[in-house]
């Protein structure tokens, strides 16, 4: 039977866990106006960013990326990564598991 849900009725911030189990980690990003996540990364991953509302600067390994309502990223966790709003925003990320190959 599927859950219905909103990102609305997460309700951490600025991260919030879609899952209970963490295989793919999915987390709802809400943050403020001029908020930003110091830069970090995620090593065993693979990134999908999709920005679902606000505008975003999103900065990869020092080079920025404006992002607006609707823009998916994609991008390896090894990156240094450090979204900054530039309003209000909210953005849906998954940490896919790195193939061991």
């Avoid at 080079?63 to 390896?76: C, H, K, M, S, T």
């Amino acid at each position: 039977m599927p859950e219905l849900t909103s990102l609305s009725d997460l309700e951490d911030v600025p991260h919030a866990e879609v899952f209970d189990e963490r295989a793919p980690r999915t987390v709802r990003l809400q943050l403020e106006a001029d908020e930003r996540i110091p830069e970090h990364r995620h090593p065993d991953s693979r990134i999908v960013f999709h920005l679902v509302s606000g505008v975003l600067e999103l900065e990869l390994d020092g080079d920025g990326y404006e992002l607006e309502a609707g823009d998916l990223v994609r991008f390896d966790g090894d990156r240094e990564v450090s979204p900054h709003a530039l309003e209000e925003s909210t953005a849906v990320i998954v940490f896919a598991p790195k193939s061991e190959s």
